[in-house]
Nanobody, 124 residues
Framework: QVHLVESGGGSVQDGGSLRLSCAASGDIGNVRCMGWFRQAPGKGREGVASICDDGRIKYARSVKGRFTISQDNGKTPLYLQMTSLEAEDTAMYYC??????????????????WGRGTQVTVSS
């Protein structure tokens, strides 16, 4: 099992920036891919960005060019640098780890470990 703890959320104005962090512990040696997901009130969980051991990265179309996923050597911490934030980015943001991944994925189904989330609120 992998234990994940997110931090860095907060309230910003439209156009602002935030950097989210995710600290991982436990069975991180077997993690193949990690990702950031978000869930707004009344909506389903949406994949934002994913990064894998082999360097493959995937972004949701809605954040490409504005968000950057990265991680330190050894997979932790995982970061999500968010710029040019918009009101539509308001959501709870979750970090996730996948120990069996074959490729970077924005589908939450394969991810077997999840953090509790950090709230991001963007006001216009």
């Amino acid at each position: 099992q992998v234990h994940l703890v997110e931090s860095g959320g907060g309230s910003v104005q439209d156009g602002g920036s935030l950097r989210l962090s995710c600290a991982a512990s436990g069975d991180i040696g077997n993690v193949r891919c990690m990702g950031w997901f978000r869930q707004a009130p009344g909506k389903g969980r949406e994949g934002v960005a994913s990064i894998c051991d082999d360097g493959r990265i995937k972004y949701a179309r809605s954040v490409k060019g504005r968000f950057t996923i990265s991680q330190d050597n050894g997979k932790t911490p995982l970061y999500l640098q968010m710029t040019s934030l918009e009101a539509e980015d308001t959501a709870m943001y979750y970090c996730a780890a996948d120990r069996w991944a074959a490729a970077a994925s924005l589908d939450p189904t394969p991810y077997d470990s999840w953090g509790r989330g950090t709230q991001v609120t963007v006001s216009s």
